[in-house]
């Protein structure tokens, strides 16, 4: 059996494997993982080899011609792969995109350090640390350097050994192909949810759209353009090592023929002309120190990744994705797609969605690579041989018809998906679907109560609420469900959220029914006192510490800023949002976070509020930030995609969520804190917060 059909099986078998266990295939998680890692092993490695070998070989005179000549052909073929990269969100339908997860990537936005990034300062450390463009760099002035050696063939040797033997071990991995797919497969069918698996489904769709341009039109159309040669010939000539390279996913098994096509092509144009063919052989196998144009749009994967949760690429990120796309696809697309998703903070864990779509879209990328080294062999061999001679109206007559065929294929992408898929689990339905869980399971009787029922029993005596609780037979517990996620109603009317489930744990642990008394935030420390309610869950606030008093800290939650999502970058950094004018910020009415922000943020306009929908609400401009908890302002976000939850870097710190009870209750005080105690090692807060 090939190769290629052990690679189906496989995927074939894991998928049907993750469909029948279900949520229990992920144990294939660790072998999945394993084999991405095992992939990468040699990667690095070959890259430096193969980067200073190919660039060395030549002589000063070729390197010079092919930069300067050879080097504008490849830097047009970049452009080109590039712009249908970047046009890829143009084919995707917008409000198809990712369900509920629509700014959970946006926290801290931590600056990119170019010059580490570039700059191999320490190339070793860029070497353990798969900093690709800096690896590439340093391999890049090794091989220059190497070039004017008079005993360079004593170091090309065994570095083209060491190549050699790298790719050896490489084609021996290559074996565990099948079973790697398999844990892939299986271990992505088990845990997504099927309109995930649609969404995946579009970016194979687009891929193979594009691939397919790129290789039947853009790059031959281009090639006939400029030079003159009938695309049918063209196209012709190369039919078999394209076709051949397609059913094998493989390019390296076809460069004799790609050589040999090209040396065909330039020699039925000007016969005799052998500076043609030796131009060939330089290109041919100098192109493979240099990342292709097909294997460039592989980076298109990167804005559907962004598509498929939800947080599409700002405008503003296209530059740096597209100068380090470059740079990373020097090495492997196993390195550089997790290196991307890392530079625009996306989930790593989508790369294990382009390995298995690459089962299908890698044999497009393999045809048009073998299309991409065809042209740039045919077209630097025109440019180093000094033919130049090129006809305007030929290329105005390519590009028109490229732009109207580009926007036809978006175009009619767009409408297919939007027909054809249906509409992401919206974040409402999401949060509808909660419903209280309890701690261990367990949940308890849950009485009908509100403020009003609260007072009308007496009091309790200073120092006896724990007596009152167990004789009275119910546990009152203060709730604010306007507080998501901690606290809120879902579609049924419930109220829902972590506080809810410590307050049935509370009650399953005293033996009592529960009875939750919904109040206004900023009544809670009021209610507590007048006995309207027992106890409650809430952010430490040392102001307050006269009427109310609070346990050990069962979780923390990080300060983090609401913005509308476009200024997401500027409150990213405190030196970026000191140096706006007067932002109107607004926070929650406690003197301790409201004199915090103006010492953190001098510069701003501080604005009590008492509910985050005062802010969520407001007209557009009124206010320009709201300052938070992370989880709320992320739960918001989600609620409200035109917002974006920010860490800032370097970030406040985190505030402290406790149980409340009244002052002078030492008793409750007590229990709280043993709960808190016990709930902690049974590790049942992180569950919850999980």
């Given at each position: 059996m090939s190769l290629s059909a052990q690679i189906a099986l496989g995927l074939a078998g894991g998928v049907a494997t993750g469909l029948f266990l279900g949520e229990r295939a992920a144990f294939l998680e660790w072998p999945a993982k394993a084999f991405v890692q095992l992939l990468q092993v040699t990667v690095m490695p070959y890259l430096v080899t193969s980067l200073i070998s190919g660039i060395a070989s030549g002589s000063s005179g070729q390197a010079r011609r092919l930069l300067t000549r050879a080097g504008v052909i490849v830097l047009v073929l970049w452009a080109l792969s590039l712009a249908l990269v970047f046009v890829v969100p143009l084919a995707l339908p917008p409000s198809m995109g990712g369900a509920f997860y629509s700014t959970a990537t946006v926290s801290s936005q931590e600056r990119i350090d170019w010059i580490e990034l570039y700059i191999p300062s320490n190339?070793?450390?860029?070497?353990?640390?798969?900093?690709?463009?800096?690896?590439?760099?340093?391999?890049?002035?090794?091989?220059?350097?190497?070039?004017?050696?008079?005993?360079?063939?004593?170091?090309?040797?065994?570095?083209?050994?060491?190549g050699d033997m790298l790719g050896r071990a490489g084609s021996m991995l290559v074996a565990l192909t099948p079973l790697g797919i398999f844990a892939i497969a299986g271990q992505a069918a088990g845990t997504l949810r099927l309109e995930e698996f649609e969404r995946l489904q579009a970016f194979l769709l687009v891929s193979i759209g594009l691939h397919g341009f790129l290789t039947l039109w853009i790059l031959p159309g281009l090639t006939s353009a400029l030079t003159g040669i009938p695309y049918r010939r063209i196209v012709t000539l190369i039919w078999d090592p394209l076709i051949t390279s397609f059913a094998t996913a493989n390019l390296f098994i076809v460069l004799p023929l790609i050589q040999e096509r090209s040396k065909q092509l330039l020699a039925e144009q000007h016969p005799g002309d052998r500076d043609s063919a030796e131009a060939v052989d330089v290109l041919v196998p100098t192109s493979f120190a240099f990342p292709s144009g097909a294997k460039l749009l592989s980076i298109a994967f990167i804005p559907f990744a962004a598509w498929f949760i939800g947080a599409p690429l700002a405008t503003s990120q296209f530059p740096s994705l597209a100068t380090a796309g470059i740079l990373s696809n020097f090495g492997s697309?196993?390195?550089?797609?997790?290196?991307?998703?890392?530079?625009?903070?996306?989930?790593?864990?989508?790369?294990?969605?382009?390995?298995?779509?690459?089962?299908?879209?890698?044999?497009?990328?393999?045809?048009?690579?073998?299309?991409?080294?065809?042209?740039?062999?045919?077209?630097g061999a025109f440019l180093m041989t000094g033919r130049t001679n090129i006809d305007r109206r030929r290329v105005l007559t390519f590009a028109s018809v490229t732009v109207v065929s580009t926007g036809a294929l978006l175009f009619g992408s767009r409408l297919l998906l939007g027909a054809a898929m249906t509409g992401p689990e919206r974040a409402a339905t999401m949060f509808d679907r909660l419903h209280p869980s309890g701690a261990w399971g367990k949940l308890a009787t849950l009485e009908t109560a509100g403020e009003g029922n609260g007072t009308q029993s007496p009091t309790p005596p200073r120092g006896s609420r724990l007596d009152d609780i167990v004789t009275r037979g119910t546990l009152r517990v203060c709730v604010s469900p306007d507080a998501m996620p901690w606290c809120y109603l879902n579609g049924r009317g419930e109220i829902v959220g972590f506080d809810v489930d410590v307050a049935h744990a509370l009650a399953v642990q005293l033996k009592t029914r529960l009875a939750l008394v919904p109040v206004e935030r900023v009544a809670f420390p009021s209610a507590l006192v007048r006995g309207t309610c027992d106890l409650g869950t809430r952010r430490i606030t040392p102001s307050q510490a006269s009427s109310i008093v609070f346990s050990r800290p069962m979780a923390f939650e990080k300060w983090a800023f609401l913005t509308p999502?476009?200024?997401?970058?500027?409150?990213?950094?405190?030196?970026?949002?000191?140096?706006?004018?007067?932002?109107?910020?607004?926070?929650?009415?406690?003197?301790?976070?409201?004199?915090?922000?103006?010492?953190?943020?001098?510069?701003?306009?501080?604005?009590?509020?008492?509910?985050?929908?005062?802010?969520?609400?407001?007209?557009?401009?009124?206010?320009?930030?709201?300052?938070?908890?992370?989880?709320?302002?992320?739960?918001?976000?989600?609620?409200?995609?035109?917002?974006?939850?920010?860490?800032?870097?370097?970030?406040?710190?985190?505030?402290?969520?406790?149980?409340?009870?009244?002052?002078?209750?030492?008793?409750?005080?007590?229990?709280?804190?043993?709960?808190?105690?016990?709930?902690?090692?049974?590790?049942?807060?992180?569950?919850?917060?999980?």
């Open positions: 190339p070793f450390r860029s070497l353990s640390n798969n900093l690709v463009p800096a690896v590439v760099v340093f391999s890049a002035l090794l091989g220059i350097a190497l070039i004017g050696l008079r005993d360079k063939d004593r170091v090309l040797g065994p570095l083209r050994l060491i697309l196993n390195v550089a797609i997790p290196f991307l998703l890392d530079l625009v903070r996306l989930p790593a864990d989508l790369f294990n969605l382009f390995v298995i779509s690459s089962v299908v879209t890698g044999r497009f990328g393999s045809a048009a690579a073998v299309m991409s080294t065809y042209v740039l062999a045919v077209l999502d476009h200024e997401r970058n500027v409150y990213a950094s405190v030196d970026s949002l000191r140096e706006l004018r007067a932002p109107r910020i607004t926070v929650f009415r406690e003197p301790e976070w409201i004199d915090m922000l103006k010492a953190r943020v001098p510069n701003a306009e501080v604005i009590p509020i008492d509910s985050l929908l005062e802010y969520i609400n407001a007209p557009a401009g009124r206010f320009d930030a709201t300052f938070t908890g992370y989880d709320r302002a992320l739960a918001y976000s989600v609620m409200y995609p035109q917002f974006a939850a920010v860490v800032p870097t370097p970030d406040f710190g985190s505030i402290p969520i406790a149980l409340s009870v009244p002052a002078g209750e030492q008793p409750l005080l007590d229990l709280a804190n043993a709960f808190v105690e016990v709930g902690a090692a049974e590790v049942i807060f992180k569950e919850k917060l999980d």
